[in-house]
């Protein structure tokens, strides 16, 4: 069963769950996600990439690897769309990950001008995957848009923070009819595993790997917990207690009696 | 122990000597320090009045060891926690700073540390700030670029492998007028994917115009916030005007520069007041104006050409490493420059606490990046220089040393769309 189980995004299907965010890049950082994390997907920072640097990021990334650039940077849809075809003319594929930021201070994703984007890149045969606010409306819209999947925030990036929006999450997978992406936040394995067990359908995670003191272990770390959730999400968890306790004698016994 | 800034230069004619010793001595021949002078724009803000406000009320001996304990464990670092770690009974928890400090900047920029390079096209200035080493009075040797000179010079800092360039001028409208650094930013744009610019203060709509140029960038140092000492720093000029010198920043953002950078210069005055006000300038800015991006640095007063005595007096690099873990744990999103002002070891430890930037290939002089990278005898005239620098490390050497200490060099991160 577990060989069926595919990410799909863009009529392109991935095996591995775990997608490699950009920002805090090294070479070494590339080599444990995908050697150890099962990386099949990275995020590339379109204005890092566009440089003359001694080491260029693309020379590094494996063949069978995706590209994700991203448009990070951008402040409004018009730089966004601007960015993402300039990624397309360097040869970075037609994956696009939309990341407009108008706030320096919290990084926040602006859901109205990311839906903007979402339309104009959508139609030009980008497969769109917006990073978003976790907000049931905007998601709707994106999905008008024509995105390939939704990006909701678990928390501020870079902030290891964990599920903060959860709830809001939760009503994104369970409302939205495309993969949800659960991106930024991720701090530990063990919330990865949670945000899989919840029905998302990947985790992106950048920080939380580029800061650990052991790289390969906690990457491998990342994708045992990718794994975990998601098969615990597929085999349908059973009886699980959020608070208190049930009755043992059912409530509604009297209408048998 | 107070600087000794005055110096004479026995190529000044009778009547220079005159006026120079008048207005050393003598502050009501000085102009008004607050008032605006002709074609300076005055825009409508309330950030001076907040930043001011609380640095006029700060007194930092009521911190107590508690109020900086109790800072190190909020989780968000209030301005009332920033003025704890900011006095000096934050000093004996100095590592604990840091440690809270790395941590901040490891969150928000991971490992990575900015590379870029200073490129001064002209060092003449019209005004006498007694501790700069371009001050009109200073026998130093003269020089402007021109635009030959110029891409002569960027081409030398292109082909090390820079991406990042920060054009400086001396503060003079006539020698080194708006369009000749418009021009300068065209030409930079060839080669560097940034520019930056550190110059006189202008007006928005200038702003603007050099925006259109290619420059996105804009660091004022307002040198000192305390305008009482200010006043008898800045003795003549432009840049004796400390209110429109203040507003900078904000007309350059109203100018669609995407970013400000805001320093005060640690030595010239209180720089435990000096610090908060750098800081707050930046915080209530970024309230205002939250898509832009914001930096600071901190630099540290350095001998100049003919008085070798200036220093930072008390801001020893303990205090300098305790204003920048306090600046990463106030603002951790805030990008922080250490110039080349600092020694080697220094910035190879501040790196990896809270700076996010460094300059390479330094130099403060004017159209000698050839002679000082290859070595080559010079051929035309140079420049002196603004100050002596301590850091003299080249782009190649600052690259593998910064990968040497586990991070990983950045030369751009921005595009122009």
Redesign the interface.
């Not at chain 1, 920002?23 to 090294?26: D, P, V």
């Not at chain 2, 490891?106 to 990575?112: A, E, L, P």
């Not at chain 2, 950045?410 to 595009?415: I, K, S």
């Given at each position: 069963m577990e060989n069926n189980d595919k990410l799909v995004l863009g009529g392109k299907e991935f095996s591995s769950r775990f997608i490699l965010g950009s920002?805090?890049?090294?070479l070494s950082l590339i080599e444990a996600a995908v050697k150890y994390a099962g990386a099949e997907i990275i995020t590339l920072?379109?204005?890092?990439a566009?440089?003359?640097?001694?080491e260029n990021i693309l020379d590094y990334i494996p063949d069978n690897v995706t590209l994700l650039p991203n448009t990070s940077?951008?402040?409004n849809a018009e730089?966004a769309v601007?960015?993402a075809r300039?990624a397309r003319e360097l040869g970075c594929g037609n994956f696009v990950k939309i990341e407009i930021?108008?706030?320096?201070?919290?990084?926040l994703p602006d859901n109205n001008e990311t839906i903007k984007a979402t339309e104009i890149l959508s139609k030009e045969d980008f497969v769109v995957l917006p990073y978003m606010y976790p907000d049931l409306y905007s998601a709707r819209e994106l999905v008008n848009a024509g995105a390939a999947a939704v990006m909701p925030l678990a928390s501020p990036i870079?902030?290891?923070k964990g599920l903060a929006t959860k709830e809001f999450i939760q009503i994104l997978i369970d409302e939205i009819d495309l993969p949800v992406i659960v991106d930024a936040g991720i701090g530990r394995p063990s919330q990865a595993c949670e945000a899989m067990e919840m029905g998302a359908a990947a985790i992106m995670s950048?920080?939380a790997l580029?800061?650990a003191g052991d790289l390969p272990m906690m990457a491998a770390a990342f994708r045992a917990a990718v794994e975990a959730g998601r098969k615990a999400y597929l085999a349908k968890p059973g009886r699980v207690l959020t608070r208190g306790a049930s009755a043992s004698d059912p409530l509604t016994g009297f209408l048998h009696n | 122990m107070e600087n000794s800034f005055f110096v004479d230069s026995e190529k000044l004619s009778a009547a220079a000597l005159e006026k120079k010793h008048r207005l050393e001595n003598d502050p009501s021949s000085r102009k008004d320090h607050m008032e605006y002078m002709e074609g300076m724009e005055i825009i409508r803000s309330d950030i001076c009045e907040k930043v001011m406000s609380q640095v006029n009320e700060y007194d930092y001996s009521r911190y107590s060891a508690r109020d900086v304990v109790a800072a190190l464990e909020h989780e968000t670092c209030s301005i009332e926690d920033f003025k704890a770690l900011l006095s000096p009974a934050a000093e004996p928890y100095l590592e604990r700073m840091a440690q809270k400090a790395k941590a901040e900047t490891?969150?928000?920029?991971?490992?990575?540390v900015y590379l870029f390079t200073p490129l001064y096209i002209a060092n003449y200035c019209e005004n006498y700030c007694v501790y700069c080493g371009f001050n009109c009075y200073n026998d130093i040797r003269r020089m402007k670029l021109n635009m030959e000179q110029i891409e002569h010079e960027m081409k030398v800092i292109s082909d090390s492998?820079m991406?990042e360039i920060l054009i400086l001028t001396g503060e003079s409208r006539s020698k080194s007028s708006v369009e000749y650094i418009g021009e300068a930013c065209k030409l930079a744009r060839k080669y560097f994917?940034m520019v930056g610019l550190e110059i006189y203060p202008v007006n928005t709509d200038e702003y603007k115009y050099l925006h259109e140029c290619g420059a996105d960038y804009v660091t004022v140092f307002q040198e000192t916030y305390d305008t009482d000492k200010y006043e008898t720093l800045h003795l003549l000029g432009h840049k004796r005007v400390w209110p429109y010198r203040f507003d900078s920043q904000e007309r350059a953002l109203m100018g669609g520069m995407r970013?400000a950078g805001f320093s005060a210069l640690l030595g010239l005055s209180d720089f435990r007041k000096d610090a908060l006000a750098s800081a707050l300038h930046v915080y209530y800015l970024?309230r205002k104006y939250?898509?832009?991006?914001?930096s600071l640095s901190c630099p540290r007063l350095r001998p100049i050409i003919n008085n070798d005595k200036i220093n930072p007096l008390d801001v020893h690099e303990t205090q300098l490493c305790q204003v920048l873990c306090a600046y990463r744990i106030f603002m951790p999103?805030v990008g922080i420059t250490v110039s080349s002002r600092e020694s080697e070891s220094f910035r190879n430890g501040i790196v990896k606490i809270a700076a996010t930037k460094i300059s390479a290939g330094v130099s403060t002089g004017i159209g000698d990046h050839e002679s000082k990278y290859s070595g080559k005898e010079s051929d035309g005239a140079e420049g002196d220089e603004q100050f002596e620098i301590n850091d003299d490390r080249s782009f190649d050497k600052m690259?593998k040393d910064m990968s040497a200490e586990g991070l990983?060099p950045?030369?751009?991160?921005?595009?122009y769309?």
């Open positions: 920002g805090k890049y090294s920072a379109v204005r890092r566009n440089t003359k640097e001694h940077g951008a402040r730089e601007r960015i300039l930021m108008r706030d320096s201070k919290y990084l870079g902030s290891n950048n920080t580029a800061t | 490891v969150k928000h920029f991971g490992n990575t492998g991406e994917r970013g970024q939250p898509h832009a991006e914001m999103y690259y990983q950045v030369l751009n991160d921005y595009l769309v």
